[in-house]
């Protein structure tokens, strides 16, 4: 499992993800699931990959084997993010048009999905959740995240702190919250955490990290964000118990 996240603002972009890849008892492996396929100062294009490791292996040695050889399309080659978008969703489709019955024959989930997200001159940034059958929605300003993998655990604070106004290093603090509430509720996240914050209309990736196990910010905004969560319960008002809810014993035996 893994968990990725995109987030898209007036101000530019995040772009996050975990490492983790299995988890049990006594096995863990990890591997990077965030790239950046920029060419600075022309085009920023940044790929988080979710899913089968054999799939996402596949379609990134087909977008790297494109750029190699530089015939037909390239991520550095076409016009805008969408037909980018397009381009990559072919390439999962060809992926798995080749493994998927060999996978399906031994009971093995073969799904991957992809989120993209980057500016192309002449466009303003975007962001994008390719699925597993090639096709792809758009972040939008009423909805500017999208989440690939365990999303559950680090969806609520993006729903209650988020808007396409958020400044950019706020969305960013959000998105490492996000991971670590995964991480703390789910095993099968882990560290290293990749991060980018990209600035609208710079075409260079300025920012990026890569946080490890251990890594004192990720300890600290751990315990800064798990102290904050107990005062703020800890000033809840105590439940009115004399509301008027009715006599629900009643209500029970006259039904």
């Known amino acids: 499992m893994t968990y990725c996240l995109g987030i898209i603002t007036q101000h530019g972009l995040v772009i996050a ?8 008892v006594d096995y863990i492996s990890t591997y990077q699931k965030l790239f950046d396929f920029s060419l600075p100062d022309q085009r920023v294009l940044l790929l988080c990959t979710s899913g089968n490791l054999s799939m ?5 040695h087909a977008l ?4 190699k050889l530089g015939e037909g399309d390239t991520l550095h ?3 805008t993010l969408f037909d980018t978008a397009r381009y990559v969703g072919a390439k999962i489709r060809q992926v798995q048009e080749q493994d998927r019955s060999w996978l399906e024959r031994d009971k093995i989930d073969h799904h991957c999905s992809c989120l993209l997200g980057g500016q192309l001159p002449g466009e303003e940034p975007a962001l994008y959740l390719i699925y597993s059958q090639g096709n792809f929605v758009q972040a939008t300003r009423e909805t500017p995240f999208l989440q690939i993998g365990e999303t559950k655990y680090g969806k609520p604070i993006l729903d209650r702190t988020l808007t396409f106004e958020t400044p950019l290093e706020a969305a960013t603090k959000c998105a490492l919250l996000s991971i670590d509430s995964t991480m703390k509720s789910n095993i099968s996240v882990g560290p290293p955490i990749n991060l980018i914050s990209y600035a609208a209309n710079s075409f260079n990736v300025k920012h990026q990290l890569r946080l490890r196990i251990g890594d004192p910010y990720l300890a600290k ?3 800064l964000w798990e102290t904050s969560l107990r005062q703020a319960f800890d000033q809840m008002p105590d439940i009115e118990w004399d509301h008027d809810l009715g006599n629900l ?3 029970i035996f006259t039904d």
């Open 17 to 24: 993800a975990d490492s983790r890849t299995n988890a049990g």
């Open 77 to 79: 080659s076409l016009p």
């Open 56 to 60: 996402t292996q596949a379609v990134l």
């Open 64 to 67: 790297r084997r494109d750029l």
């Open 249 to 251: 014993q009643e209500d």
């Open 221 to 223: 905004i751990r315990k």
